[in-house]
T-cell receptor
Framework: DAGITQSPRHKVTETGTPVTLRCHQTENHRYMYWYRQDPGHGLRLIHYSYGVKDTDKGEVSDGYSVSRSKTEDFLLTLESATSSQTSVYFC??????????????FGEGSRLTVL | QKEVEQNSGPLSVPEGAIASLNCTYSDRGSQSFFWYRQYSGKSPELIMFIYSNGDKEDGRFTAQLNKASQYVSLLIRDSQPSDSATYLCAVSNFGNEKLTFGTGTRLTIIP
């Protein structure tokens, strides 16, 4: 299994508070992604990174920011959480040598509830 | 129009039968196609991928791609109860590091 961990795994917070989710990998993969998964919408890309300090937006990036200061860590920040950001967040990595970029390895997910 | 479409199901298939999961996509520039399986409460995991028109087989799984019809499917032969899961279709352009996922089809194998 790919060495990828997410923290926290569960979080309940209140509207307007900042939240940071962390994704840590031990695989030295180049690409890291943050997705959210909601019923009826499937997996939607929030932001991704193609290298240290190199990030780009996905299809649902409003209200989210990311940072990648080290190869192994990719942080997702909700500056001011809203109830619409209640979701399950998945981190994924790819870029294993010899593999296709689309071969993603997912973390276990972080369930965020915004009250 | 959603870029990647799947029937949400649920799709119920008797044990031992063939399960057929379908996916259509809108971007004709799409080059790479992936099938992920997600058990309830778990994270997605890659089953297989396909790039070329035709069939690709891996054990009990066969992926089929028809770029002219913008259609990709996954066949599961000799379905087992352990195949009960949601199957996600994902698409990307060649060299593009971003995948677009469908909403998934929930498959239930009936013993």
């Amino acid at each position: 299994d790919a060495g990828i961990t997410q923290s926290p795994r569960h979080k309940v917070t209140e509207t307007g508070t900042p939240v940071t989710l962390r994704c840590h990998q031990t695989e030295n993969h180049r690409y890291m992604y943050w997705y959210r998964q909601d019923p009826g919408h499937g997996l939607r890309l929030i932001h991704y990174s193609y290298g240290v300090k190199d990030t780009d937006k996905g299809e649902v990036s409003d209200g989210y920011s990311v940072s990648r200061s080290k190869t192994e860590d990719f942080l997702l920040t909700l500056e001011s959480a809203t109830s619409s950001q209640t979701s399950v967040y998945f981190c994924a990595i790819s870029g294993k040598v010899g593999a296709e970029v689309g071969e993603l390895f997912f973390g276990e997910g972080s369930r965020l509830t915004v009250l | 129009q959603k870029e990647v479409e799947q029937n949400s199901g649920p799709l119920s298939v008797p044990e031992g039968a063939i399960a057929s999961l379908n996916c259509t996509y809108s971007d004709r520039g799409s080059q790479s196609f992936f099938w992920y399986r997600q058990y309830s409460g778990k994270s997605p995991e890659l089953i297989m991928f396909i790039y070329s028109n035709g069939d690709k087989e891996d054990g009990r799984f066969t992926a089929q791609l028809n770029k002219a019809s913008q259609y990709v499917s996954l066949l599961i032969r000799d379905s087992q109860p352990s195949d009960s899961a949601t199957y996600l279709c994902a698409v990307s352009n060649f060299g593009n590091e971003k995948l677009t996922f469908g909403t998934g089809t929930r498959l239930t194998i009936i013993p």
